[in-house]
């Protein structure tokens, strides 16, 4: 059985006093349903410490939005795995749309840092998603198996244990359409057989696939009502701690 699995991803916002605000109102509002699900945030590099504070004892984890993949050295303005596990964090989100396609990070870095990341002891959130014109032209398919074929590129079955896939819809991120339901499990079934083919169907059965794009209070739980729906990554939503306490709720109580 899948344990639901939601992650709050802060990207450029807060400062250092709402971040720490927001970690402890979402501690208090979460920490009860932590038996039924996983919860993490994802504050700014900046705050991951102080975040990390924050939350306490609360069992909610901590995450950083990227990592780079080289363990240390002459890489200015860069973070590496050690020095995230060093701050206490035990998530962290790669390969996210608005790194792909603003900063232009292609597949074969998200493959390097996925790689880098597992070796270190850190659980990859592995984001993946098609854009508009690519649904429009009939490829979602093609767009989300060639990332996760190019992220997870010479990941061993044992390795591949520690990801998460997050299927985010570019079209859908920070824009108010979210995928309908049926939209969302179509490619969430889709990847789930990709792994079966790509690993094996233990390990199928087993990763959690999150959706990403729009989530809000209001559409989560008839996202999470959806069989191959294991939980969000939450933008917007998760910088403010009633509405993301809210679709933790609506995961926490997915009909199993
Ligand atoms: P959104 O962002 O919830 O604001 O659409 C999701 C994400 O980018 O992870």
């Known amino acids: 059985m899948r344990k639901p699995f939601i992650g709050g991803n802060w990207k450029m916002n807060t400062d250092g006093k709402s971040a720490v605000e927001l970690a402890k109102a979402v501690a208090q509002k979460c920490q009860q349903l932590l038996s039924k699900v996983d919860v993490s945030v994802c504050p700014p590099f900046v705050y991951l410490s102080a975040v990390k504070n924050a939350l ?3 069992g909610i984890g901590l995450g950083a939005q990227d990592v780079y ?6 890489f200015t303005g860069e973070i590496s795995c050690q020095m995230l596990k060093d701050v206490g964090c035990k998530y962290v989100i790669i390969g996210h749309s608005e790194r792909r396609h603003v ?21 990859p959130i592995f984001c993946v998603g098609e854009l508009l014109e690519e649904r429009k032209a009939g490829k979602t398919e093609s767009v989300v ?12 079955a044992q390795k591949a244990k520690a990801i998460t896939i997050a299927y985010e819809p570019v079209w859908a991120i920070g824009t108010g359409l979210n995928a309908t339901p049926q939209q969302a ?10 792994i079966a ?4 169907k233990e390990l199928a059965e087993q990763i959690i696939i999150q959706y990403g794009g729009s989530v809000k209070a209001d559409n989560a739980a008839e996202l999470a009502g959806q069989p191959d729906v294991d939980g969000f990554l939450v ?3 998760s910088l ?17």
Do not use: P, W
Request: aromatic letters at 4%.
């Open 56 to 58: 306490g004892s609360s």
């Open 69 to 74: 993949f080289e363990a240390k050295g002459a």
């Open 103 to 123: 900063i232009k990070e292609t597949d074969a870095i998200i493959n390097k840092k996925l790689i880098a990341a597992i070796d270190a002891g850190l659980l």
């Open 145 to 156: 198996k060639e990332q996760i074929q190019k992220g997870m590129a010479g990941i061993t």
């Open 185 to 194: 499990q179509e490619v969430h079934l889709m990847i789930r057989q990709l």
């Open 197 to 200: 083919v790509m690993y094996n």
């Open 235 to 237: 933008g917007g939503a």
């Open 240 to 256: 403010k701690a009633d509405d993301f306490a809210a679709i933790v709720k609506a995961a926490a109580e997915k009909k199993k």
